[in-house]
């Protein structure tokens, strides 16, 4: 066997080892350099894997199966309602909350009276828990030692003592470094992950060494113990059960939230809201990692002893002795030693702030020791308060181990915890939840359903234990049959958890709700209400919170306090801090108003809670009491401020949008704005181009009489021709706005097209003869007849022969002019066989001013307005006018005029 | 020596009137239809001032001068530049790309000469 | 805005995915698998495999940016 110094030796060692990780994370924090990551804020929460995790889900697992794997999907589903966890934490930062006691204490108007029932439900609730740890430790100690300890030994020879010893210090050191409870403890936290890490490998180890190393791999430690029924049986799990299979799954979500140390770790030790983010899958996974090898431990432990009377809740530390891995054994110990130290110190650091303030502080307040015009520095005194309150708490633990031993008060302890501090659920959720629950309502429940959590469950453990009688579990209460214990009303077919969860939940709720439906909230309340509620809805807390306070205080007062309770030094810092949020330089110079008598208050909330907090403010101002109606007035308007600044908000976005609308409409018209000066640039090039000849070449002619007479001629001539050109250029501007604005004047009629079609070739017909250009046509005698303007019409026909003809060859040009009805409509052709055009000119020469080749030789005769007047003509008509090229190739422009409707009727008559 | 000017316009009856004119005044006269042929007779006909319209094919006066002035041979070169259109940036555009002078068409031709013979340094 | 929208549509969806995975790992659901796989039990697998499933998307939609 190991020897027992040694044991004992290495379980010192480790605690050093954690002490040491503590100080570092403590020394980085003191630093500013935080070692709290998400992931390390993810894996402290697995503080909720105590020893009865390490030790006691393997025992679980031997009689019930899978079905202890419900305590850990009570919390990964509890987790993925992680909104409700932001609320908390939200709350509990704005509200500096430093424990479940003044949570509830603190939304049901800072009562001292809620704050002292939560923390004895508290301590009663989970000192047994934490006197579960020390057993454990104590149990594993007697295994790995090999001699049971002698229950008549000594008290101060027993390891166990020592162990609690150490933790103590270590709560202490870590615990208590500062006053302000809402300061976070950084580096029990980094501890707190550390030892997770620890018990989560050496759990994995033993498991992995037992399921490959001992057995055959999973597959055939299974097919073994499926050989025998006795084991088979666990391999499924029966509908009988179904109802406790829920029934823990809910109470674990809830113990989640509620057991005093989780609430420490989650909410008041959370740095920054979004490491919830991690937390809300890595913890999660963390359960399901460390409970893979649970179930074939169980199975392992069971074939491996075969049934011989060895305790399920070792086969972590017996089954590798058993093999002779005594350093795996070892490992494991340390693993188990791991997992209760970490769970004792968070959760006597979380009792012994609930204690300090929820249960000393009232008392000693009230006495006269602690006068109140006192000006005594508290600040040392509080600080011994809770290292007196962990002394005593860790003590009590141990006692009531030594006291218990081997009963089922102890051992039966974990899930009876659970229950306790389930009954905070409705006051919690409602608080969170729902503005009307009230501190009457609360009491009620609180009381309620912890009367029947002590009836249903932990007395009857104590009869169990043989401490009570049990005529109150077997007959009933005063022998009355339907108020056995644990059959209460003639429930059976439960569970005892289940059975009390139900009870004691139906009380707690019931009372809480019908309670605070029947009374009337106090005007502290309904704040506190609002500002829980609400806490994501506002943002500032500013204007309604400080209203609703009025009275006169003075500052001097108020900073002595401040520096009473939290000591001078870290008075002043924070009244600085303070200060400065208000854009002042001088704290002396802070106005004694709401805002500062509320800092005040906060502030002390966070050393000695918000009950206590109260009361000392209250001391040393005169307030003036609000009545209910005025505080519920103030808190209407308030909301009614926020509906209109929602209003506001709906407003200004409107404007938003409409001042977005009249720049994208003001970006449109300074386009529009640029085209037009570009158009009207461009006209004025086309103007000033012929007048640039016609004027250089006059003044010419008129400086100097003695030009010849050849070139007179020939400048005349240009003159002559610049000036039609000009003249052309002016009626087609016109012509084109006229056009564009709608006004142009159309007189429609019946219109014989191939009519118009032959008279335009008439009318340039001098032209072609000219030019030598062939004019052919294949029209029909006569053509349909179209509804439209025949001088209109007769202006395209012409623009387009003229075109023609001007971008043929001399001599060898050909034009070709075609006409085709079809489709309800006719389709003119003029074909040339010209230099064509390329695809992209294909549309630009419908563009004002845009003409097409090098028009250098004929230029004087086009002004680029033709083509785009003849579109919107044939346009007007409803027709189309493109054309189709290929460079090299010739052009063909083509037009369409629809035929009127009833003419196509009469030609289908015809036909 | 008479000095040699270019005559860059796409317009045939404003060249003939430029040209007219320049020759009366005794200058030698080459003229251009587009920009690249401007560039090109730059290059071979080495003119020492250069009557430049600004909206012609292929290159505009503005590609040109520009062109011109990135070449150090051309810096004794004297490049004035015709118009059709008068809006302000344009006669500020082409004076930063390097343009001697600006003449907005229509122009006076007794201006014009007058101009083009300060420029060229003849009284 | 964005951002607090952005958060608020992440809990909503591991809020559904609550909602998802209680009934999954209740009665009646918890009944039905038996037998086994590989010389594994059903419910061994159904379990785990369940609650590992539920755990890998919550982290996707916790972990996934911008989403």
């Keep these: 066997m190991i020897s027992g110094w040694f044991v004992m030796l290495l379980a010192i060692g480790y605690l050093g080892l954690l002490f040491a990780v503590a100080r570092f994370g403590d020394a980085r924090a003191d630093a500013g350099k935080s070692i709290i990551t998400a992931n390390v804020y993810a894996l402290s929460l697995a503080v909720y894997c105590t020893s009865w995790t390490f030790y006691g889900s393997v025992g679980r697992a031997t009689s019930g199966g899978l079905s202890f794997l419900t305590i850990y999907i009570g919390p990964t589903l509890m987790l993925l309602f992680g909104t409700v966890i932001a609320k908390m934490i939200r709350i509990s930062k704005a509200q500096r909350i430093t424990s479940i006691a003044d949570f509830i204490a603190s939304r049901y108007g800072k009562s001292q009276l809620l704050a002292g029932l939560v923390t004895v439900i508290a301590v009663i609730g989970v000192v047994p828990y934490i006197a579960l740890q020390l057993k454990a430790v104590s149990a594993s100690f007697d295994i790995v030692f090999g001699n049971p300890v002698d229950a008549s030994e000594p008290w101060w020879a027993d390891s166990t003592l020592a162990i609690a010893a150490v933790m103590a210090v270590f709560t202490i050191l870590f615990g208590t470094r500062h006053l302000d409870a809402t300061e976070r403890h950084e580096g029990m936290v980094a501890a707190v992950a550390f030892e997770s890490v620890v018990k989560l490998i050496a759990f994995l180890a033993v498991g992995l060494f037992v399921t490959y190393g001992v057995f055959g791999g999973l597959s055939d430690l299974f097919r073994k113990a499926a050989a025998s029924p006795e084991l088979a049986r666990l391999f499924t799990v029966d509908a009988s059960r179904s109802g406790s299979w829920l029934a823990l799954i809910v109470l674990s979500a809830l113990a989640i939230l509620f057991l005093p140390r989780q609430f420490q770790i989650t ?365 519920l007035d103030i808190l209407d308007e308030a909301s009614q401020v926020r509906a209109y600044s929602r209003e506001l908000e709906a407003k200004s976005k409107e404007l938003e949008a409409a001042t977005a609308e009249l720049r994208a409409a003001n970006d449109r018209l300074l386009e529009l704005d ?108 006569s053509g349909p007849i179209v509804l439209a303007d025949r001088d209109r019409l007769t202006q395209v026909m012409i623009n387009l022969l003229s075109n023609a003809v001007k971008f043929v060859p001399a001599k060898a040009g050909r034009v070709t002019v075609a006409m085709v009805t079809a489709a309800g409509e006719v389709r003119v052709e003029v074909a040339d066989n010209g230099p064509g055009l390329a695809a992209d000119e294909c549309e630009v020469i419908f563009e004002k001013f845009r003409q097409g080749g090098n028009t250098m030789t004929d230029k004087p005769q086009g002004t680029g307005l033709g083509l785009p007047i003849s579109r919107q003509i044939v346009e007007y008509f409803g027709g189309r006018l493109w054309v189709e090229s290929e460079p090299g190739q010739g052009a063909r422009f083509l037009f369409t005029v629809p035929l009127p409707a009833e003419q196509d009727n009469n030609q289908d008559g015809d036909n | 020596m008479a000095h040699k000017i270019l005559i860059a316009d796409d317009e045939p009856n404003i060249v003939i009137s430029l040209e007219f004119l320049m020759k009366k005044e005794g200058f030698v006269v080459a003229v251009a239809g587009d920009g690249e042929e401007a560039l090109a007779k730059v290059a071979g006909f080495q003119p020492d001032l250069l009557l430049l319209d600004v909206m012609m094919p292929k290159k505009s006066g503005f590609e040109v001068c520009e062109a011109l002035r990135a070449d150090n041979a051309n810096a004794a070169l004297k490049i004035v530049m015709l118009t059709a259109k008068g809006r302000d940036t344009e006669v500020a555009k082409g004076l930063a790309l390097g343009a001697d002078a600006y003449v907005t068409k229509p122009f006076s031709t007794k201006d014009l000469v007058a101009k083009v013979k300060s420029m060229l340094g003849i009284v | 805005m964005s951002r607090v929208r952005h958060t608020s549509a992440v809990r909503q969806r591991l809020v559904a995915l609550g909602l998802v995975g209680l009934p999954l790992l209740t009665f009646p659901l918890v009944s039905l698998p038996g037998g086994e796989i590989g010389g594994v039990p059903g419910l061994f697998w159904y379990l785990f495999g369940i609650w590992g499933g539920l755990i890998g998307l919550a982290a996707w939609v916790a972990e996934r940016r911008g989403g």
């Design chain 1, 267 to 631: 909410v008041v030790e959370n740095v920054d809201e979004s490491h919830l983010r991690r937390a809300v899958w890595l913890f999660p996974l963390y359960l399901l990692v460390i409970n893979i090898f649970v179930f074939p431990l169980a199975l392992g432990g069971l074939l491996h002893f075969n049934g011989g009377g060895m305790d399920a809740d070792t086969f972590v530390l017996t089954l590798p002795m058993a093999e002779g891995a005594a350093g795996l054994a070892l490992f494991a110990f340390i693993g188990g030693l791991s997992a209760a130290t970490g769970m004792v110190i968070v959760e006597t650091i979380a009792l012994s702030t609930m204690v300090c303030n929820d249960l000393v502080m009232p008392w000693l307040l009230r006495s006269r020791w602690v006068n109140p015009s006192a000006r005594k520095d508290l600040s040392g005194l509080l600080l011994s308060i809770r290292r007196g309150a962990i002394t005593v708490i860790l003590l009590l633990g141990y006692a009531y181990f030594r006291a218990a031993g081997e009963a089922y008060a102890l051992v039966g302890i974990g899930l009876i915890s659970f229950s306790a501090v389930a009954q905070f659920a409705p006051a919690m959720f409602g608080g969170m939840y729902w503005k009307q629950g009230n501190h009457a309502g609360a009491v009620a429940g609180l009381l309620g359903g912890f009367g029947v959590w002590l009836f249903t469950l932990l007395l009857p453990s104590f009869a169990k234990s043989g401490w009570i009688g049990k005529g109150f579990v077997e007959d009933g209460l005063f022998g009355v049959d339907t108020l056995k214990a644990q059959a209460l009303f003639g429930l059976t077919g439960m569970d005892e958890i289940s059975h009390c969860l139900f009870w004691s939940l139906l009380v707690n709720a019931g009372l809480y709700v019908a309670v605070s439906l029947l009374t009337k909230p106090g005007a502290v309340e309904v704040t506190q209400a609002e500002r829980f509620v609400d806490v994501f809805r506002r943002p500032g807390d500013g204007g309604a919170s400080a209203r609703l306070w009025r009275g006169s205080a003075s500052a001097t007062d108020l900073v002595a306090l401040l520096e009473r309770f939290l000591g001078p030094a870290r008075a002043q810092q924070q009244l600085a801090a303070y200060a400065r949020t208000r854009r002042l330089d001088d704290w002396k110079r802070l106005p004694a108003d709401a805002d500062f008598v509320q800092f005040a208050e906060t502030e002390l909330s966070g050393a000695i809670g918000s009950a206590s907090a109260r009361v000392m403010v209250g001391s040393v101002v005169q307030e003036e009491e609000l009545g209910l109606e005025e505080v």
């Design chain 1, 674 to 781: 640029r085209m037009k000066d570009d158009f009207v640039s461009t006209v004025t090039h086309e103007l000033r181009t012929p007048l640039t000849s016609i004027r250089a070449l006059s003044e010419m002619l008129y400086d100097d009489p003695r030009i010849d007479l050849n070139e007179r001629k020939r400048f005349i001539g240009i003159i002559v021709t610049e000036a039609e050109r000009l003249t052309r250029l002016i009626n087609q501007i016109l012509d084109m706005a006229k056009l564009e604005s709608g006004r142009a004047e159309w007189t429609n009629g019946a219109v014989d097209i191939v009519a118009v079609v032959r008279e335009s070739m008439d009318s340039v017909g001098q032209l072609f003869r000219e030019k030598g250009v062939e004019l052919a046509t294949c029209l029909p005698e």
